[in-house]
């Protein structure tokens, strides 16, 4: 729908005089504009609002650092679910600085970045992707000779909204798991006196990211988030209460091992470790690769990539209980469960044989004695 | 009219007359006047079994929802049995919440022997006799044990820590049930334990342990109190029927007041 143009958006101009430029039409523009409040959950009579203040906004200034990660959630922020959307946001904004996808290299792309900055101190909107290592005084990342935490600190101090994409940038992900070897923290851990929206998942889905800087760019503030900061729109419910297969879970009709019968069937994957129950992300709505399909809608249980910490906290990925100090395996804990109290049964039956025992010679050396007790009366009398 | 329709808690009726109990071959008949000492209020006794039936149904459909076993085939439309299970789950576990909200109540409204006080070994001389009643459980020297009308120290410390292994059931019951209804009373309530115990799957498995130790409670309670009224004559499974239990009015207690 829009085409890489040789007019490129102005500085001065507004985002409706630039797609007019375009020629984009205004009921494009309006179907756009509505997509973004079904995504972000906002009443269909706002949507005038909505188009009117975002017609409005010059020309945004993004900064993407990409720390220590895999890139994997750029990758899935290009493949964003409407082509229109990304390109809105992605093509025709300033991206002045995204390592990945600038043609430019080296010196040179460090200075433009510096440039941006300095040209709209106040005003971009920071994107991180990774994590910061600190151990070894973050000698784990550096970027032209600085480390990831110099790098975020500078970038973080004149923005004007903090938008951490992916597992890494809020819980370090992978490289953060136990034990740990490069010290990897999420941004959130760095800087504190900002709020910094958690776009989770590892990856997250493109559309949230997209969604969240349409919600930065319209209303000037971003959106509401939960304890964990991540948006509300997208993150407000459990995959559990919105999954396909719900239904086969309170039928009580699980898939016991990958390919058996119940697998083909589409039966519900609680048995195979699925966390859902567990897992607050968008992923059965808004789907993966242009709405094509989602992680258990293709029959692999959810590993809770959106939650915290999750390569500690949600694994093992395919058994139901954690694997706590190698104590956790749910038959490991069952067979102890039921070890201790069958061992308790065996204990108390054992306490009452010994009870017996003692009651009985008890009772003899009662005899004995009431029998010596009433002999000396006889011999007595 | 005048007559209270309970007697006073530790209370001693007048002696009432046995008869001849030697029904009982080679033991020696109990002697004596007896007597009838009313210890656990209605309250109590009513608490008692409506938790004890909760955890029985809690522990059984608990184990369906934490690893569901039967296989029901057919259309999902017809079948519900998770469904029924995890609803038996949640009704039990709102009416063993409730019994355990009167309980806390009762701590601070029931008698001497039911009172906060009487959870912990809190006097000195308890403190001190809680060795000797382990040996007379291991039957030591067990005549020399002394005596309580109420719970004795050991008991004490093994009910109240049931207490506190049933609060933490439901403290972790409540973290992972908030998360159905994110924003609602119970989330908001109890979705702080989640992160705080490390995630909610470290909760699924500390629900999931701590039902063990009710299991291993049971036969253990159960066996103590058969013992209790088999060796000791005094009516202790009634006691928990009725209210009360039959003790010679010769002997001494440590809690008689
Ligand atoms: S597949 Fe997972 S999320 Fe879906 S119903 Fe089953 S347990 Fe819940
Ligand atoms: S289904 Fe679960 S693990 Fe998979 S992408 Fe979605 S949230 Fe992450």
């Known amino acids: 729908m829009f085409y890489p143009t040789s007019h490129p958006w102005s500085t001065d101009q507004s985002l409706g005089d630039h797609l007019a430029e375009r020629g984009v039409s205004r009921r494009d523009f309006l179907e756009f504009c509505g997509s973004m409040c079904a995504v972000l959950g906002i009443s269909s009579t706002m949507l005038p609002k909505v188009a009117a203040q975002l017609e409005a906004i010059k020309r945004p200034s993004i900064i993407w650092l990409q720390l220590q990660e895999c890139t994997g959630c750029v990758e899935s922020v290009l493949r964003t679910a409407e082509p229109s959307i990304g390109d809105l946001v992605l093509d025709m904004v300033s991206l002045d600085y995204q390592h990945t996808l600038m043609a430019g290299a080296g010196e040179a792309v460090e200075r433009a970045k510096a440039d941006a900055m300095a040209a709209n101190k106040g005003k971009y909107i920071l994107v991180v992707t990774g994590s910061i290592p600190l151990e070894a005084n973050g000698m784990y990342l550096t970027i032209g000779g600085r480390t990831g935490r110099e790098i975020l600190e500078e970038a973080a ?38 709020p910094v929206v958690n776009i989770a998942g590892c990856p ?60 083909r069937k589409g039966w519900c994957l609680y048995k195979v470790g699925c966390k859902g129950p567990a897992v607050f992300s968008p992923c059965p709505i808004f789907q993966w690769n242009t709405r094509t399909s989602w992680p258990i809608g293709a029959g692999h249980p959810c590993i809770g990539c959106t939650e915290p910490y999750f390569w500690d906290t949600m694994t093992p990925f395919y058994g139901r209980l954690p694997n706590v100090a190698g104590f956790g395996i749910e038959s490991k804990v069952d067979t102890i469960g039921a070890a201790l109290a069958l061992g308790a049964t065996a204990g108390v039956a054992a306490h009452a044989a010994a009870t017996g025992l003692y009651q009985l010679r008890h009772r003899k050396q009662a005899e004995a004695e009431a029998a010596a007790g009433s002999s000396t009366p006889t011999k007595e009398g | 009219m005048t007559a209270p329709s309970h007697p006073a808690p530790g209370a001693r009726r007048p002696p009432i007359e046995v008869g001849s109990l030697d029904y009982a071959r080679k033991v020696p008949p109990p002697s004596g006047d007896y007597q009838w000492i009313y210890l656990w209020e209605k309250p109590l006794r009513f608490m008692h079994w409506i938790a ?41 576990a709102a009416l063993f919440v409730m019994t355990g909200i009167v309980r806390v109540y009762w701590l601070f409204m029931g008698n001497r022997f039911e009172r906060l006080p009487a959870l912990f070994p809190v006097r000195k001389r308890d403190f001190r006799n809680l060795f000797r009643i382990v040996k007379f459980y291991l039957m030591i020297e067990p005549e020399k044990a002394p005596k309580y009308l109420g719970h004795n120290p050991l008991q004490q410390l093994s009910y109240t820590g049931m207490y506190l292994v049933a609060a933490l059931m439901v403290v972790t019951g409540f973290a992972m049930y908030g998360q159905s209804n994110p924003g609602g009373l119970i989330y908001t309530a109890f979705n702080w334990v989640n992160p705080a115990m490390g995630g909610a799957p470290i909760v699924r498995f500390v629900h999931h342990v701590l039902t063990w130790a009710f299991l291993i409670f049971i036969p253990i309670h159960v066996y103590l109190a058969l013992r209790a009224d088999a060796l000791e004559r005094t009516g202790t499974i009634s006691s928990i029927i009725s209210g009360g239990r039959f003790v010679e009015s010769t002997e001494e207690f440590v809690d008689a007041e």
């Open chain 1, 157 to 194: 101090r004149d923005a004007a909204a903090i938008v951490g994409v992916g597992a890494c940038a809020h819980f370090g992900s992978v490289q953060a798991a136990r034990p740990n070897p490069t010290g990897a923290v999420g941004i959130n851990k760095i800087i504190t006196d900002k």
């Open chain 1, 204 to 263: 997250p889905i493109g559309d949230v990211v997209t969604a969240t800087l349409v919600h930065f760019l319209t209303f000037g503030r971003l959106p509401e988030m939960d304890s964990e900061g991540r948006p509300l729109f997208a993150y407000g419910k459990r995959i559990h209460d919105q999954c396909t297969r719900r239904a086969h879970f309170d039928a009580g009709q699980y898939v016991e091992v990958f390919d058996d019968e119940a697998a």
């Open chain 2, 52 to 92: 004890a039936l909760c955890i029985v149904l809690l522990a059984l459909t608990g184990f369906y929802i934490g690893r569901p076993y039967f296989v029901p085939a057919g259309d999902p439309g017809d079948a519900y049995l998770m469904g029924w299970f995890r609803f038996v789950h949640f009704v039990a």
